[in-house]
């Protein structure tokens, strides 16, 4: 999933420079609020998709003792 930020970052920030060709400082300030926000929102999804995987498989107890 981060890599489809990833990719929708990248692809955007390309269509801008070959549109409008702005400064760096205006990539900077476009994309680092979109990159930092879109992983905070990620990151519920993720993390609940992890506990789902976990809870399937059984792995969400005590580790086995030997």
Known sequence: MILFLGLIVVGLAAWVELRFSPP?????????????????V????????????????HL????PTS
């Open 24 to 40: 760096i400082w205006v990539h900077l300030v476009l994309w680092t609020p979109l990159i930092i926000g879109g992983a905070i």
């Open 42 to 57: 990620m990151l519920r999804p993720l993390k609940a998709g992890l506990i789902a995987l976990q809870y399937r498989h």
């Open 60 to 63: 969400l107890g005590a580790p």
